[in-house]
């Protein structure tokens, strides 16, 4: 398998938990890059909203996908009047973004998360420590908001070797005050 067609398969992580959105639902891919999550969510039947401060580096958008060209870390959340049935974010790191992709989700909501961590700097880039992920980060960041299905803390080997955290929360209603 080239290395090109590994990077456009969704990952296994996003893939395992993408279950537990509603069927059909509106699903947001952050930070989506070329759009390999946009693609396999819409192949999936979601409903798919994609948002990146370059929208030209996703080529060969499918129609039903929504495509949002926003700086999310600069600029204004341009979903702040919207609510998510699922929210995608891999290999993307803003901390301040971190609540209000909390209270970016419906009732039943899921948010599915992976990225660097700490420990990644011995692997390769990205090395600087704004960049990456603290012990238990990803936990504290949903800690009071989502109820936590999953979560992973672990050095990785695929596609390269990678130190990482992932987690899949979900917003149950009436167990988590929404923010933002």
């Known amino acids: 398998m080239s290395a090109h067609h590994h990077i456009e398969m969704p990952s296994a992580w996003v893939e395992k938990w993408v279950t537990l959105m509603r069927p059909g639902g509106v699903v947001l891919d952050v930070a989506c890059g070329s759009g390999r999550h946009a693609r396999f969510l819409a192949r999936l039947g979601f409903e798919v909203v994609a948002v990146d401060r370059d929208a030209s580096l996703f080529r060969d958008r499918p129609e039903t996908v929504e495509l949002v060209e926003a700086d999310i870390e600069g600029g204004p959340w341009p979903f702040a009047d919207r609510r998510f049935d699922g929210i995608v974010v891999t290999n993307y790191l803003h901390r301040p ?84």
């Open 97 to 180: 973004l971190l609540p209000v992709l909390a209270g970016s989700l419906e009732p039943g909501g899921v948010l599915v998360y992976e990225t660097f961590a700490r420990g990644n700097e011995v692997f390769g880039k990205p090395s600087n420590p704004a960049f990456l992920l603290a012990p238990g980060e990803l936990l504290e960041a949903v800690r009071g908001r989502l109820r936590v299905v999953a979560y992973e803390d672990l050095v990785v080997d695929l596609p390269r070797r990678a130190a990482i955290q992932r987690l899949c929360a979900r917003f149950l209603d009436g167990e988590a005050p929404g923010l933002g």
